[in-house]
């Protein structure tokens, strides 16, 4: 989201960017049943906001959706401000262009206290811890989760000083192609700084990384041989 215009929301948009500069600031976790998802976060101690209607008009053909939200109380969720949102419609299906991204893999965030974050985005957020491990190599703690078919991948950097009352921070992006070559062709021609085709961590996997152009957030772009 970027400000256009007057308004409410553009006025505290330009405020985040002057005080904070460009980048990642915000979760939204999508849900089928909001009502539901309000009133076991109440009970979990997570203070959600009032429920609210939105809509948005896309300028190209005119057509609107709408949507249901609410926004979990800013001292629960670590730093990071954090909604939960019902559509009222899905996205229509769109026609993708060779090397188009068609998921967002992992969202990367950076926790100074990878307890409590155990305690909010498993326990109490609900997502699905799948791993929790130490890899010294690589000097990082890191815990999976999985929601929604995403992975939802929680840092933390072993061997060095941290507040454990510190906020987490969303770190990083890695997106989803199916042609890794025709998406490393297409933001090399667009003018991106991006990186060789390489070996992901992750059996299976083939990355490459956009350098620049990405407002300060570590991006990745990943292709699954097929299985």
Not at 137 to 145: A, G, H, I
Request: proline share 8%.
């Amino acid at each position: 989201m970027a400000p256009a215009g007057e308004g409410p929301v553009a006025d505290r948009l330009r405020e985040i960017i002057e005080a904070e500069g460009p980048g990642l600031k915000t979760l939204a976790f999508g849900t089928a049943d909001i009502a539901a998802a309000h009133h076991k976060l109440t009970r979990r101690g997570m203070g959600p906001q009032d429920m609210v209607p939105g809509e948005s008009t896309n300028e190209l053909d005119g057509a609107t959706r709408s949507w249901k939200r609410f926004r979990c109380a800013d001292d629960q969720t670590s730093g990071i401000k954090t909604f939960l949102i019902q559509p009222e419609t899905p996205l229509p299906p769109q026609d993708a262009p060779d090397g188009a991204v068609v998921a967002l893999d992992h969202i990367v965030i950076d926790t100074p206290n990878p307890d409590r974050a155990l305690g909010l985005y498993g326990a109490r957020l609900g997502l699905d811890l799948a791993l929790d491990r130490n890899a010294p190599q690589w000097k990082t703690r890191f815990l999976f989760f999985r929601t929604g078919g995403l992975t939802f991948e929680v840092i933390h950097r072993l061997g060095e000083t941290h507040d454990p009352a510190g906020p987490d921070r969303i770190w990083g992006l890695t997106w989803e192609v199916a042609d890794l070559a025709a998406a490393h062709a297409r933001l090399t021609g667009a003018g991106f700084n991006v990186s060789e085709l390489r070996k992901g961590r992750k059996p299976g996997s083939s990355v490459f990384t956009v350098r620049d152009g990405t407002m300060g957030v570590p991006t990745l772009f990943i292709a699954h041989e097929p299985k």
